[in-house]
C-alpha cells in the first residue's frame, strides 16, 4: 500500500505553544484528510483539504494541502491540555480507499 | 456528520473462538469500510464492505478469516473467525459518502479486542 510519513512521532510540549506536524508522500493525493484520536476512542475528522494549495482552517487547526500534493501540514496554535492526542494524516488517491499517516502523539504539558 | 455506533465497544475472547462485529449508522452511506487498528500503530484497512455483494478485500485479509456482511445501506456486520492472540486490536467501523459530504471518512468508537 501506499506509505504516508508523518513527522514528527511524538511532541511534548508546553501549554500554550504552537504546534506543527506533516504528512509527505511519493504518491500524488487527491484528498488530505486529519484526524484526531483520544484514547479509546474512534479518530475524529478535524479538517479535510481538497485543492492543492488549500488552506483551511477549524478554531485555533489550520492544515494546507501542498502545492505538489504529496504533503500536508496541520498547526494548532496556542495548545490547551484537551489537544493532548493522536493525530493522524490520511491522503486519498483515486476511487476510495484512504491511506493513513504513522501517526503524531501530542502531550501537552499544563 | 452521521451518528456511528459499534457493538460491542470491548470483548475478551477466547483462542480458537469467533466474534461479530456491529456497526450501525443513523443515515444511509455508500461506502463502508472495517479497519484494524493494532496496539500503537495506524489504521489498516481490512476492506470494503458492499452492499449487496461480496466485501473487498484488501491485501493481507481473507474472507475466510474476516468475513463481512453489508444487508443494507446501514449496517454492517464484520467477524473475526478463528481468533488468535495476533488479533488482539481495534477494530473500526468507517463510513463515506453521506449526503453532505463527500470524500470524507467518519468513524465508529471502536472495538476493542483482547483474545487470550
Known amino acids: 500500500g501506499q506509505q504516508l510519513n508523518q513527522s514528527p512521532q511524538s511532541m511534548f510540549i508546553q501549554e500554550g505553544e504552537d504546534v506543527s506536524m506533516n504528512c509527505t508522500s511519493s504518491?500524488?493525493?487527491?484528498?488530505w484528510l486529519w484526524y484526531k484520536q483520544d484514547p479509546g476512542e474512534g479518530p475524529v475528522l478535524l479538517i479535510a483539504l481538497y485543492k492543492a494549495g488549500e488552506l483551511t482552517s477549524n478554531g485555533r487547526l489550520t492544515a494546507q494541502f501542498g502545492i505538489t500534493r504529496k504533503d500536508s501540514f496541520l498547526n494548532i496554535s496556542a495548545s490547551i491540555p484537551s489537544d493532548v492526542g493522536i493525530y493522524f494524516c490520511?491522503?486519498?488517491?483515486?476511487?476510495?480507499?484512504?491511506?493513513f499517516g504513522t501517526g503524531t502523539s501530542l502531550t501537552v504539558i499544563p | 456528520s452521521a451518528v456511528i455506533s459499534q457493538k460491542p465497544s470491548r470483548d475478551i475472547c477466547q483462542r480458537g473462538t469467533s466474534l461479530t462485529i456491529q456497526c450501525q449508522v443513523d443515515?444511509?452511506?455508500?461506502?463502508m469500510f472495517w479497519y484494524r487498528q493494532q496496539p500503537g500503530q495506524s489504521l489498516t484497512l481490512i476492506a470494503t464492505?458492499?452492499?449487496?455483494?461480496?466485501?473487498?478485500?484488501e491485501s493481507g485479509f481473507v474472507i475466510d478469516k474476516f468475513p463481512i456482511s453489508r444487508p443494507n445501506l446501514t449496517f454492517s456486520t464484520l467477524t473475526v473467525s478463528n481468533m488468535s492472540p495476533e488479533d488482539s486490536s481495534i477494530y473500526l467501523c468507517s463510513v463515506e459518502g453521506l449526503l453532505a459530504e463527500y470524500n470524507e471518512q467518519f468513524f465508529g468508537p471502536g472495538t476493542r479486542l483482547t483474545v487470550l
Open positions: 464492505a458492499n452492499q449487496g455483494s461480496e466485501a473487498t478485500y
Open positions: 504518491s500524488i493525493f487527491n484528498t
Open positions: 443515515s444511509q452511506v455508500t461506502m
Open positions: 490520511a491522503g486519498q488517491l483515486t476511487g476510495n480507499q484512504f491511506y
